[in-house]
Nanobody
Framework: QVQLQESGPGLVKPSQTLSLTCTVS??????????WSWIRQPPGKGMEWMGV???????SYSPSLRSRTSISRDTSKNQFSLQLSSVTPEDTAVYYC???????????????????????WGQGTQVTVSS
């Protein structure tokens, strides 16, 4: 059984960098065809895909967040991480990590990925940006 668990600070000050980690159990993040995304949901709004890191370490980011977002991984710990810089209160959201079992680089690069592509999700972690 694959499980994903987000962890990180629940409160971040404006202008600082938000850092979250997703720990994966029950499967390796380097398994071919898998990709691992960060997705968020601000209060009262829909889900927003932020970025992805694939099994081979390649990454892709939402155009609207690309300048502030970085996703990395630690294969020895089976974890992948999100860093979002220069945060503002508009970055307040529940942050999720999720697995796409059928990675297609073109789907992400052309913004064609849908939420139904993900088969496993973390429970989500609330991050509030406030001074």
């Amino acid at each position: 059984q694959v499980q994903l668990q987000e962890s990180g600070p629940g409160l971040v000050k404006p202008s600082q960098t938000l850092s979250l980690t997703c720990t994966v159990s029950g499967g390796s993040i380097t398994t071919s065809s898998y990709a691992w995304s960060w997705i968020r949901q601000p209060p009262g709004k829909g889900m927003e895909w932020m970025g992805v890191i694939a099994y081979d370490g390649s990454t892709s980011y939402s155009p609207s967040l690309r300048s502030r977002t970085s996703i990395s991984r630690d294969t020895s710990k089976n974890q992948f991480s999100l860093q979002l810089s220069s945060v503002t209160p508009e970055d307040t959201a529940v942050y999720y990590c999720a697995r796409d079992p059928n990675y297609s680089a073109s789907s992400y690069d052309f913004g064609l990925i849908e939420l139904t592509a993900y088969d496993y999700w973390g429970q989500g972690t609330q991050v509030t940006v406030s001074s």
